[in-house]
């Protein structure tokens, strides 16, 4: 999910997967949307009315686990203005991969590929990608990243976790 400035610039805010939903937070509210989405990779997604959404609710009693839902959301949202006020760009970076590869591993054949160029990364954390090519070049120094074009590969799960 990403946030759009009006000045034109862009934040990545949260990595969904599979069985997430999206647009939950203006079901609560009804306001105008927060975030868009932006897929990184195929997927297939459902368009749900708030009409059937709300019955469905209603038949299936479950606003209370929507309410949970809504509230580990909001607990994640909170994780990650932590890391975009106190941490380092490496750790941030290393932050993100980590995440992109947990959300896709349930349904990727090759689930250490993050399927984005720098410059997709780089925008996505709010940097610059001159602020994350020197830690990609000594990741890919160490092996822990492999770099192409469009994508990368995390090589060294372990040596990418100890970078946080």
């Known amino acids: 999910m990403v946030y759009h400035a009006a000045s034109g610039s862009e934040i990545l805010l949260a990595i969904r997967g599979p069985g997430d939903l999206l647009g939950e937070f203006g079901y609560g509210d009804r306001e105008p949307r927060s975030a868009s989405v932006i897929a990184i990779e195929p997927c297939l997604g459902s368009l749900v009315t708030d009409s059937h959404f709300t019955a469905w609710l209603a038949a ?85 990243v492999s770099i192409t074009r469009s994508h990368m590969t995390v090589l060294d799960l372990e040596a990418l976790q100890r970078e946080l």
């Open 60 to 144: 299936h009693q479950n606003h209370r686990q929507l309410d949970r839902y809504v509230l580990a959301k909001t607990r994640e949202a909170a994780k990650v203005t932590w890391q975009l006020t106190r941490c380092r760009p490496a750790q941030r970076l290393a932050a993100l991969l980590l995440e992109i590869v947990s959300t896709g591993r349930s349904r990727s054949p090759e689930p250490l590929t993050i399927p984005m160029s720098q410059e997709e990364i780089a925008r996505g954390l709010g940097l610059a990608r001159s602020s994350i090519t020197p830690v990609l070049a000594e990741w890919k120094r160490r092996r822990i």
